[in-house]
């Protein structure tokens, strides 16, 4: 979900044009004053959806737009608009993301893309901020997280003030809620839903309230989150906090593994970032009483910059472990050029050997490529003690990385089905994949086995192609798949028995 958003899946069967959440049969509302005409639609793409923290709000001096500094009272049915002039003197900024302390953005979407962005309506003026990450390491899973928030500032109408006309919106708002609690729609075949009753929130702004929306549809959509409203003065505030997890090895565009954030933990957290941002409009209002606040003229967004990879370092003696397949490697590529890299990423420690021979004559007209490729990954905690947890992390997303490209051939790349291998390591799989891009084409046999806090990767790759043919010509014949997986396996076995009894490093 993007700033802006409907706070609604594009699968939500009950939309209708000018309001979010409403049936097309809807009862009619609380009593009080008619609600505010249709507004004129904001919508942006949904990307997702995110859940929301409330905390205690003040309340903040309200407002009567027909008497805002330099504009003249209202008598017709339109909103009231200030002149120009009068709207650049006495407009304030109002920075909805800077309402969400740092760190409680920080802890509810790590490493978050926050876009923020304000816009000058009819009868409202809009401002929204968007956290989003929707992949999250955690694990062996893949997290996703999101909050999403939205503020509308309402304009008066006719002898109607703003504060007013905000009433109507949170109470049709409610009512809308209500009414989901008990609507019973007909789901089609595979769909299921539940909506919980609304929970009024005390102690934030003039009034808030909650609620919570799980919903499943077949095997590709599962998905749950916490909405919060509020109303501060003039101002309503809607508040969406989304969150799950999913398997990282699990089948891709399927809902299997998914697990969705709970009733109770995506109210309190949708309420908590309610409190957060009420707090803040209380505070603005405190700070510019009798103001229409002032949309940015352009939208921002932040993204967190990427770490930095570190660089392998090229090792001086090769490590005692690949030392150990050494002979095995040579008969796999004959006359190798070895090598051996070392770097540390976080709390994993890697390893790189390698043993490769571009040129391999045979016979008078072919030459051959062969190259092995032992990758070890060993993971340390913070406090430097083995971590097999993390190795079951990083395991699973290989797995789960792998077998999403699976049986299929993309950009001049086929993959096959991934193959479990036992009887190696704790767990333990492989693949075979042709390469028909770049500057050298050639077939590879994968093996990837974890065993306690260290996971290894052994790639045995090779191809053959007419002597005076590029190693990219469309003459290169690929190396066949079972001996590459069998080149792979048996340097897996044989490095696996070198790791029990001597040491990684060099």
Known sequence: MQPGSAFEPPTNPYRIPGRQFEQPTMPPGPSGPPPPPPRRSWILPVVAVTVVVLIAGGAGAYLVYGEVSGSTPSTGTKPVKPPASATAATAAALDVCSMLPKSEAERLVPQATVAKDSRDSEYTLNFTCNWINRRISFGEYWRSREVDVRVEQHRGDGA?????????????????????????PTPKKGEKEYISPIKDVPGIGDAAFAQYTWRRSGKLLWYSFGEAHARVDDMTIKVKYQADQQRKDSQILSNATTQSVTEA???????????????????????HPNVLAQPDKAAVTTTPKPEATPSPTVLAVFPAACQGVTELATRLVPSPTPRARGTEAGGDAQTECRWLNMDIPVGDDVKRIRSALITTHRFTNRAGAEDAPAARAFYTGQRGSRGSTADSSIGGITWSKLSEVKGLG????????????????????????RQGATVIVVDYSGAERPKDEPANSPKVKMMADKEARDGA???????LAELAKKPIGS
Do not use: P
């Open 265 to 287: 933990n995506a109210i309190r957290e949708a309420s908590g970032v309610l409190g957060h941002i009420a707090k803040g409009i209380a505070a603005w209002k405190a700070q």
């Open 489 to 495: 396996l048996s340097l897996a076995k044989t490095y």
């Open 426 to 449: 704790e767990a333990a799989f492989s693949q075979y994949a042709q390469l028909r891009h770049g500057d050298t084409h050639a077939a590879t046999g994968t093996v990837l086995l």
């Open 160 to 184: 109607k003030t703003g504060r007013t006309m905000a009433q109507n919106t949170y109470d049709i708002d409610y009512g809308s809620g209500k009414y989901n609690e008990t609507a019973k």
